[in-house]
């Protein structure tokens, strides 16, 4: 790693030269104990790195421990003494999948249910990826938000409006 410039020791200390790397192996080594990510980022330190670690553990998660991951995922989003930052950044990276499943629709459209800043977050990652456009028509969810009234239909025809060019038919 040193050789690839990956590392850098100073001082007798060894330091990683990329953010991402060391989330991406601070992730991996948390799906490897039995630690819950809320009672991590509910813990006294919830700054900005949280956000991309949070990322990179529930996207490891969800690779290799889907039962756990789905579990983690509804207690972070649910989560009323985790920072919105980061529920934010997750509600992000969830619109941003490529194939989001039936079981994270289930719990994203349960956020609708609860305060406005969790409305924020369903729209957030409901209303993200082509992804989520096809899992939405699929499970009927485009239909049903169609027959609301008000500002709800509105919000769903403005989405399907900026959609239009991915997903023509």
Known sequence: ????NLIAVTRGRLGLFHESLFDHLYAQQFTTNSSSLASVLTGPEQHLFRRT???QILEALRQCDRQRYLKEL????FG????F?????????????ADPTVEEL??????????QHSMQLSNLALLGSTGW???????????KELRCTGDRQDRILRWLSLRLGERPD
Not at 74 to 77: A, T
Not at 109 to 114: D, E, I, Q, T, V
């Open 1 to 4: 790693l040193r050789s690839e």
């Open 53 to 55: 670690q949070s990322r």
């Open 74 to 77: 509804r207690e972070v989003l």
């Open 80 to 83: 009323t003494n985790i920072r």
């Open 85 to 97: 930052h980061i529920r934010h950044a997750i509600a992000q990276w969830l619109g941003a999948l």
């Open 106 to 115: 289930r719990i994203v459209s349960a956020l609708n249910n609860c305060d």
């Open 133 to 143: 456009f096809d899992l939405l028509q699929k499970e009927g969810w485009i239909e």
